[in-house]
């Protein structure tokens, strides 16, 4: 009876973990898309930045949320019980596990924080369903950060090969404009004003996507 207790709560908290891990990260990658600091310069800029984000921040933080996350919240809700049974008073027990949540949430101060709120907030919603959990839907649970970070992924190299295909697109209608206005005479000071101009727009289409990239994969490897 006490091991299949210690199995579903252990259960519990690696699908509380799995949920709330992924929305986090989802969340600090739209709040905070460029963690390097460089100018986000458009909207198309924002979204790639935020899926690079995402996909790093997923990376990393997860393994620490299912490992240090899901111990200290059975700490935290274990000194709660002690102390609601010891005052008697059934509602003191989600007070102090929260309290106890925010506590070992702030060792990265906001940032681990919030992951913490939130894996407190899942694991009371998937508590108050009053169902037993098994090992088998907490390895299941495991595949939302994994497809999660797929989606994002697959995402970002959507939007890679959009912002390719509208430089060359771009560059290449410039050029024949170009040839049509003056096929073989000089360019004109107005012509060459116009092509410096092109060439300072892909410049920043790409500055900003190309340095994002190269980050990440300085960080992955």
């Known amino acids: 009876m006490v091991e299949r207790g210690v199995a579903t709560i252990l259960s519990r908290k690696i699908i509380s973990a799995s949920i709330s891990g992924t929305f986090f990260t989802i969340i600090l990658g739209f709040i905070q898309p460029n963690p390097f600091g460089e100018e986000i310069r458009s909207i198309q800029s924002y979204f790639i930045s935020s899926s690079t984000a995402i996909s790093v921040y997923m990376l990393y933080s997860f393994p620490a949320i299912l490992i240090y996350g899901v111990v200290t919240s059975i700490i935290s809700d274990k000194v709660g019980d002690m102390i609601s049974i010891k005052v008697q008073v059934k509602k003191t027990e989600p007070i ?66 959009s912002l390719t295909r509208r430089v060359f697109q771009y560059n290449k209608n410039r050029v024949n404009e170009m040839k049509k206005s003056s096929p073989k005479l000089p360019l004109t000071t107005e012509e060459r004003l116009t092509l410096r101009r092109c060439k300072v727009k892909l410049s920043e289409i790409a500055e900003t996507d190309v340095i994002s990239l190269s980050k990440l994969g300085i960080l992955i490897l």
Request: charged share 10%.
């Open 96 to 161: 102090v596990s929260g309290a106890f949540h925010i506590i070992f949430g702030l060792i990265l101060f906001w940032v681990s924080l919030g992951a913490a709120i939130l894996f407190f907030i899942t694991d009371r919603i998937l508590r108050g369903r009053n169902k037993e959990y098994n090992w088998l839907q907490a390895m299941k649970s495991l595949t939302i950060p994994l497809l999660a970070w797929l989606l994002v992924w697959g995402f970002f190299g959507g939007m890679i090969f």
